[in-house]
């Protein structure tokens, strides 16, 4: 018990020390902490951003579809039953029935060919099945799929499928999620070089002190404490600024997207960062704000020691 009281003692003199060191010197902790606020807040805007993409967006899933051409000899029946057939089918939200009928009155009146079209003897224009399939449903390889098995009925004698814009969003989101990883990574290492080099710029300006608390027998753990707490305090603070910078982004740009959305005939909410993105901020900040503080004060203070000098 007494050990355990010890160690607290030592790490809550450490931490307090820490803490009455930054808050003196409040002007450059303020720059250090601001500094790598953005950039953690960098990682996560971007994230944010593909998140309400994806949310305004469902992916397009909603304006995916597909077109299935019936044969021109196909009936109307056929046509309806074939229809409530494909509404039963695994991934499919939605089919709407275009009849024969309906495609040559819709032609007549778009066309202006009236007089001609009423010169035809037989409808040339087959009836057509609008298929939009689930938003769980509409990846490229999905809609092939369902493509696979509509067309291989007899009744089928074609189906369109527009793939490519929606393989390249799909793409489009791919990049953005990489640039989202990759850009996490460097601005991690970032972080970690602006800890270490105001940890370092500290340990060199109480040079005296540690050189005074090492000759009269503090361990190199004793004089490292310190700088430790620091880097972790860093870190830490730097998490939650991050999050409250891309919180109050969000919520500044929260009327313009709505009423961007409305002009489109829609209802959109921003949404930003959640309480478990703050947790992870701040745990991620206070491994990183560590390693750097561990990085720098080995280095320095091996460096400064007695026998070193």
């Keep these: 018990m007494s050990s355990l009281s010890n160690w607290s003692?030592?790490?809550?003199?450490?931490?307090?020390?820490?803490?009455?060191?930054?808050?003196?010197?409040?002007?450059?902790?303020?720059?250090?902490?601001?500094?790598?606020?953005?950039?953690?807040?960098?990682?996560?805007?971007?994230?944010?951003?593909?998140?309400?993409?994806?949310?305004?967006?469902?992916?397009?899933?909603?304006?995916?579809?597909?077109?299935?051409?019936?044969?021109?000899?196909?009936?109307?029946?056929?046509?309806?039953?074939?229809?409530?057939?494909?509404?039963?089918?695994?991934?499919?939200?939605?089919?709407?029935?275009?009849?024969?009928?309906?495609?040559?009155?819709?032609?007549?009146?778009?066309?202006?060919?009236?007089?001609?079209?009423?010169?035809?003897?037989?409808?040339?224009?087959?009836?057509?099945?609008?298929?939009?399939?689930?938003?769980?449903?509409?990846?490229?390889?999905?809609?092939?799929?369902?493509?696979?098995?509509?067309?291989?009925?007899?009744?089928?004698?074609?189906?369109?499928?527009?793939?490519?814009?929606?393989?390249?969003f799909g793409a489009l989101l791919d990049l953005l999620r990489r640039i989202l990883w990759i850009s996490a990574a460097l601005l991690s290492a970032g972080v970690i070089l602006v800890v270490g080099n105001t940890i370092r710029l500290e340990i060199r300006s109480r040079g005296a002190e540690i050189e005074i608390t090492q000759l009269v027998g503090g361990s190199r753990a004793f004089v490292r404490r310190p700088f430790l707490y620091a880097g972790v305090l860093y870190g830490v603070a730097a998490g939650a600024l991050a999050w409250g910078i891309?919180?109050?982004?969000?919520?500044?740009?929260?009327?313009?997207?709505?009423?961007?959305?409305?002009?489109?005939?829609?209802?959109?909410s921003l949404v930003g960062p959640t309480l478990d993105e703050l947790g992870l901020l701040v745990l991620g900040g206070l491994v990183l704000g560590w390693i750097g503080a561990v990085l720098a004060s080995g280095y320095e203070i091996a460096r400064s020691a007695p026998g070193n000098a």
């Design 9 to 168: 003692a030592r790490h809550g003199h450490a931490m307090v020390s820490s803490m009455g060191h930054l808050a003196r010197h409040g002007f450059a902790t303020v720059l250090a902490i601001g500094v790598m606020g953005l950039a953690l807040a960098l990682p996560l805007g971007l994230e944010v951003l593909v998140r309400n993409v994806r949310g305004a967006t469902g992916d397009f899933s909603d304006a995916v579809g597909m077109q299935v051409y019936l044969k021109t000899q196909v009936s109307e029946q056929t046509a309806r039953q074939l229809a409530q057939n494909l509404r039963g089918h695994a991934g499919v939200a939605e089919v709407t029935l275009i009849t024969a009928a309906q495609a040559l009155e819709e032609f007549r009146a778009q066309s202006g060919f009236g007089a001609a079209l009423d010169a035809l003897t037989d409808n040339p224009l087959p009836s057509v099945l609008i298929v939009r399939p689930t938003a769980d449903a509409a990846s490229p390889d999905q809609l092939e799929t369902l493509r696979q098995a509509v067309i291989a009925w007899p009744e089928v004698d074609a189906v369109q499928l527009d793939r490519d814009w929606l393989q390249r």
């Design 246 to 268: 891309v919180a109050g982004a969000t919520r500044a740009l929260a009327p313009d997207a709505a009423r961007l959305a409305a002009a489109y005939g829609q209802s959109y």
